[in-house]
C-alpha cells in the first residue's frame, strides 16, 4: 500500500526524494480520513518552504484540511490537473495525485520523517486510538 | 428547562452538589476587593400594569410625528405589512441557524432565493446567506481581497461611509495591514482618480469605494476599477442604499460588491438589526466568508438545498475558519426577500425612480432659497449635499419646533465641510413634506439673518 521509496510525516504527507528535486503529496491514510475531495488549493512555483508550512488547503465534503510541508522546498510545479479533477487525491494519492514538486536544498530532513513501515505502524496506532 | 426562577431547596440542592454552604462561599475565589458589598441600584419589580405604562411613555419619548430627512446608511422606505405577517411566524421568528442543514429545507431555500436576489440586484455571480450590516460586509470584503491577492495594502475613499471606514480599520489595525486614504473632488464629490492612481501599487489588495457615496455622489465604477486591476487590485464597492440599483447601473466590474439591504423592507429602528450582503465572482468563492445556501438533488431525484462551503465556517475550522462571522441575518435577509418579491423588478424601478425625482424636485426647491445650493455637482441618486449660508446644526435646531428632522450636518464626519449637510428625500415623503421642509428652511434661514437681501450677493462671497 505505502511505497517504500516514500517517507511520511505525522501529518500524512508523503515526500519522494530523487537527487535534490522532491515530490510531495497526501496519503492514502489522509485522502480515506477526508472522505470526497471537492476542492484543492496550491501554492504557486517560486513559492518557499521550510519544514512543517502551510502549503495549501485540501477540502472535502466534510472538512477543510491543511497540507503541511514535510521538507524545506523550493516549488518548481503544481499539479495543475488536480484543479479540475480533485477526485485524484482519491483515486491515486500516491501517484497522479501528487501535489507539489520542487528543489529540496536540505535532504537532510529526511532522515526525520517515517519509512513506509513506520508510517503503517503510526496509523495503525491511530485507528486502535480512534477504536478505543 | 423550566424558565422559572430557583427555590429555596432548588439552590441549597445545587450547592450541596458543589459541596457548599452557601452562594458566598461558591464566590470566594473572586477577590475581597472585588466584590460588590451592596444591592445592585436596580428599581424594584412592577407589576403587569406598572410596566405597560412605562412602556408606553418611553414610547411616547419617540420622534412620532416628525418627518426626517435623514439618510447616510440608515433610510426610510415604505415597507408592506405583508412581510412583518409573515416574519412573525414561528416557523421564522424563532428557528435556529441550520447546523443541521438538511432539515432545515424551508430556511436554506429562503437564503438561496436571497442569494439569488443579491446576485440579481448587485450584477455578480454568488451572494452569501448574509452578513451582520453594510460596514461588517465591506470590511469583510477588504479581508477577502488581502486572502485572494496575497497582499496587505488597502485604499480607501474617503467618500466611503465614514463607519464603515471605522469598521475596516478596527479589522485592518490588528492584522497590520497599510490603510491609504484618497481624497474626494472638491468640485464632483467623488473618488479623486489622481489620488487613486497615485495610491494604487503592486502592494494593493483593494480599492475601496462606495457608490452612491457618503456624500451622495455616484462613482466612476468604470474607471476606478481600472486604476485598481491595472495594478493587480481588486475592486470593493460598497452600496449603502440598495434601492439605487433599481435606476443606477449594477457596479459589475467590482470584484466584491459590499451592500447594506436595509432599504429593501428593514425598518430604520434604532440602527439594527441589519442585512449585510457580499457578493462577488464564483472564481472567488472560497474565499467569500460566511456561509452559502445551495440548491441540489437529493437521492430520489427530487430538489432540495443544502449549505455548501460551510467547511470554511468557524465552527468546524475553528481558528483556521475564513473569517470569524460565523452566523448571519437570517430573518432580516428573508424579511429583504419577502420585500423585493413583492415589489417586484418593476416594483423596485418605480420606488427608485421616484426616489430620484422627488430628491430632484427637493434640490430644485432648495435652490430657490437664498445661498443654498448644491455643494457637488457628480450625479446623485436620492441623497444630496447642501451648502446652507448658516450652520446645518443651527438650521435643525429651527427645523424641529416645527417637527422636521432636517439634513445631516457633515461637519462631525468632515471637519472642513462647514455650513454643509446630507439630505435625503426617498418615495416615503409627498411633495407636501418637501414642500413643509424647505418653507421651514426658508424662515430658519430668515430667523438666522438670512433674508431675500443676501440672495443677490455673488456666490464667490460664499
Redesign the interface.
Known sequence: MYPANYKYSQEHEWVALEGQMATIGITDYAQHSLGDVV?V?MPKPGAKFSAGQTIGTV??????S?IYSPITIEVTEVNAALANAPEKINQDPHGAAWMIKGRAPNPAEMAKLMDAKAYEAFIAEKEKEAGA | MRYLPKSDAERRAILGELGFDSIDELFRSIPENCRLRRALDVPGPLSEKEIIDYFRARAAENSAGYTSFLGAGVYNHLRSVVADALLQRGEFLTSYTPYQAEISQGTLQAIFEFQTLMCQLTGQEVANASMYDGSTATAEAAMMAVRLTGRRRLVISRALHPEYRQVADTYARDLGLDVAEIGFDAKTGQTDLAAARAAVNDATAAVIVQSPNFLGALEAVPQIAEIAHGAGALLVVAIAEAVSLGAVRAPAEADIVAMEAQSLGLAPSFGGPFAGVIATREKFV?QMPGRLAGQTTDGQGRRGFVLTLA??EQH??RE?ATSNICTNQALCALAVTMHLSLAGKEGLREMAHQNLAKARYAVAEFEKLPGVRRAFAAPFFNEVTLEFPRSVRMINHELERERIIGPLPLGPFFPEQTKRGLLCVTEVHSRQDVDRLVAATRRALESLGVGAREAVSSPAER
Open positions: 476542492f488549493e477540502e472535502s465534503v466534510k472538512a477543510v491543511e | 472560497r467547511t470554511r468546524i475550522r483556521k
